[in-house]
């Protein structure tokens, strides 16, 4: 579904820089045959932006969310009760 979408931008790419190194050029140009290829470095990809994001995500949750805790899922205990 993306593909068409996907070797349009890369032939655009490839057309409108002028000093691309001819290697570059030929990983643009070869967008549509190896689709599975571009597939799995995609998910490699948003695989580790992913993790580095949810991680960011987390450390904020909890520093903003952190204040009413109970008990049982780690909060501050009570004090004991005077005797």
Not at 17 to 31: G, H, N, Q
Not at 55 to 76: E, H, K
Request: proline share 13%; net charge neutral.
């Amino acid at each position: 579904m993306i593909a068409p979408l996907q070797q349009r931008l890369a032939g655009e790419f490839v057309r409108t820089t002028r000093d691309l190194p001819p290697e570059v050029r030929a990983l643009f140009e070869s967008v549509g045959s190896s689709s599975s290829l571009w597939s799995v470095f995609g998910f490699v990809v948003f695989l580790c932006v992913g993790a580095i994001f949810s991680t960011l995500g987390g450390v904020l949750g909890a520093a903003f969310f952190r204040n009413d805790v109970p008990p049982a899922l780690g909060g501050p205990t009570p004090p004991p009760p005077l005797p």
